[in-house]
């Protein structure tokens, strides 16, 4: 009779393990959907392409920013990756600034009120104001906000760090980047922002596909994963890296850029030059 019952629980146990592993499986699954004109970086080991790239562009490089503003105080409904869904609005209090540059409009930036102190939330929006500016134009003009967020009280568990949508905006959590790769993330990013909708689901969608035939292969296994998500923004970080700051990065990084994506870096040229892209200095 006890042996009996304590197979009836054994059994019981089994069964709310499995429901419960079930459940934490499905969280995880809808945490990690792409929403429409939505897009975000995984963690740095998954973007394998900002290995060998990372400061190609830093702290030392020129910016076109020329002074920011702050506008006002208030309530807004926004998106934020660490309380679920991203196509939830949750509301909270930010600050906001117009950010200023040289040949190219002004940008809002909207830091979350989270990080407490006045002064802290003013060197987090020059912060990334200036390195806006050191992204080369092209590349930041359909951008109309930056909304800031502080990290992930359990940086392990994120699903996304940064993230974009497109023609319109990105979102930065600080802290969940190392230096070095920031800039790097940014264009990624940015490029999810202005060329995105130019091949993905679009008329020249063809032009992009492609390319990825002739090539044959991939800039890294997060673009290989999701070659109509990713495929665009990582090549974009390397097409930056050859055209722009060949001098950052060595032969032998060069020469595999160019001969794992030849068709695709041609594409980023025909459609980019001709455009700003100030402060870089860009060519063939």
Known sequence: MNSDINLRILKRKIINFRNYFLLIFFIFFLTCI?????????ALDTYSSSTPLKDIINK???STYKGIEFIKEEKKKTSDGRLGD???KYEATFYLF?????HSDNIKIWVNSEFKTSKKIAEI???????????????K????????HGPWVDKTKCTCMWYAF???????????????HEEEILIHELTHVTIDSLYYNAENEFIWKEAQKKDANYISEYAEKKPLGEDIAESAVAWVAVRCKK????KSVYKKIIKTIPNRIKIFDDLIFGNSLSPLICKK
């Open 247 to 250: 001098d950052r990065i060595s």
């Open 166 to 180: 497109r023609n319109e905006g990105v979102y930065i959590h600080t802290e969940m980047i190392p230096d070095q």
């Open 34 to 42: 792409n929403f429409k004109n939505f897009n975000h970086v995984f």
């Open 60 to 62: 030392s490089d020129p």
């Open 98 to 102: 117009e950010a200023k540059y040289h």
């Open 86 to 88: 991203h196509s939830n």
């Open 125 to 139: 929006a020059l912060r990334y104001s200036i390195m806006l500016g050191q992204v080369p134009d092209y590349f």
């Open 141 to 148: 003009s359909e951008l109309k906000w930056v909304v800031i």
